[in-house]
């Protein structure tokens, strides 16, 4: 309880003390005016803000200082003004008014104000780090953007038409697949294509080749690290390749090359949908659909504990065999013809004939490197045409040189076929290396000790050109 006046009056002080420390101290710019528009206080935020330090403003009339402040007209109407917007030179800010009303009359009216300007900038920021982030991002979209379809895989044989409609299905589902094949099958194409008609279309495709990347840098390329996990660890720390492809695909070829300690790794992220970067401790949900692939026999692997049982099953959900191209030669003339028409297409050039020689050359190799080879050796032969005309001698030397030309091409199979099927290939051959106009033809017959006409009989009777070509 108060007793006397000096109490009271150390009490007053006291309060009046700690409103000031109050005004001090906030984060809005305070300003008083009394009933004269004198200004009476200001505190330092009102500084911050506005760039009017408290001596040059105090005890002057606010319209002489500031010529637009609207603080007298609250004074005059007694009327609260909200977030009255105010540009003074660079400073920006927002004002709420007010009268200082005691005992029915105004006194006085104060301003509180908020900066903007510390706002709009940090809002510019904002909106450059965001141009900035989504130019990233399209950067990553593109770079991760499948680029076949269905409509790219040629061929009718009737083991790649199986293929494809297996395929269409798993697209239709979000099932891991696994796809095997010898190199040069089309595995990545196929991939390709399954996620391009999925639901994921529209986000990333991300292709790994496990065989290609270090074992020591694997698992921090899949699943990134956290900044200062390992010695030469970057700031900031790396994103994984399994989270670049969030709500799209990650494509793991080779998968048979994958470490045995990763393979376990990669059945965790399988069975939880989370992964762990290098030197995290927290999980990281993500949701991915895998598509693998091999060129190796993934249960040979098994067998000799280099791939894991339980990774095996979990892959080999769908699973697609695509044949090597010896084993549907049907598949050869229309995949070359599709070859000859984007090359022509895409040059802008007639579109270019294979002559029925190198086409007999073509379908009678064995292709090991399949139809990756089988592009090749098209390339190469408009590359050696000048015309529009693809003839024998325009076929890399490497699909007859080097061949075992007595081996019979298919094992196991009637001598008769066996035999005709050699006399074909040393035919087209020595075609090959000879040429195919007369003169080249005439040396092929030597070469092989028959006459011209002979070899002209043989060539029709196997079928290598026509009789309207004689
Ligand atoms: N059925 C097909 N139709 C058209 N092009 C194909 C077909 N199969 C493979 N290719 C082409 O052959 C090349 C090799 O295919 P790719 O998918 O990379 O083979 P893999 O991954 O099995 O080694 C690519 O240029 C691909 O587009
Ligand atoms: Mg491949």
Known sequence: MMSNWGELERDVYAQVEWLLAILQSIHDGVLVIDDQEIVRLVNPEYTNITGVEADEIIGKRLRDVRPNAQLPETLRDG?????????????????????????????GAVSICKGLTEVHKLARELKRNKEKLSELKRTVDSIYQAKYTFQHIVGRSRQLTEMIRIAKRAA??????????????????????????SARAERPFVPVNC????????????FGYVEGSFTHAKK?????????????????????????????????VLQEKTIRKVGDTREKA??????????????QLVMKQYFREDLFYRLHVITLHLPPLRERKEDIPVLIESMLQSAATSAQHPVYSLSSEALALLQSYDWPGNIRELKNAIDYAICMTDKTEI??????????????????????????????????????????????????????????GMSLATLYNKLKKLGIIQTEQL
């Open 391 to 448: 003839h024998l001698h325009h076929l890399p030397p490497s699909i007859s040189k080097g061949q075992a030309v007595c081996q019979p091409p298919v094992p196991a199979q009637p001598l008769k076929k066996v035999l005709e099927e050699t006399e074909r290939r040393l035919i087209l051959e020595t075609l090959h290396q000879f040429g195919s106009d007369v003169e080249g033809k005439r040396k092929t017959a030597k070469a092989l």
């Open 286 to 299: 993500i949701d991915v659909r895998i598509i693998a692939a091999t060129n190796k026999d993934l249960h």
């Open 172 to 197: 239709e589902s979000d099932l891991p697949v696994l796809i095997m094949g010898e190199s040069g099958t089309g595995k990545e194409l196929f991939a390709q294509a399954i996620h391009q008609a």
């Open 211 to 222: 065989a290609a990347i270090p074992d020591s840098l694997l698992e921090s390329e899949l």
């Open 79 to 107: 009327r609260v003004r909200v977030g009255v917007y105010r540009k003074e030179g660079e400073k920006e800010y927002v004002v709420d008014m007010a009268p200082i009303i005691v005992n029915h009359r105004v006194i």
């Open 236 to 268: 900031g720390g790396k994103i994984g390749l399994f989270e670049l492809a969030d709500k799209g695909t990650i494509f793991l070829d080779e998968i048979g090359d994958l470490p045995y300690d990763l393979q376990a790794k990669l059945l965790r």
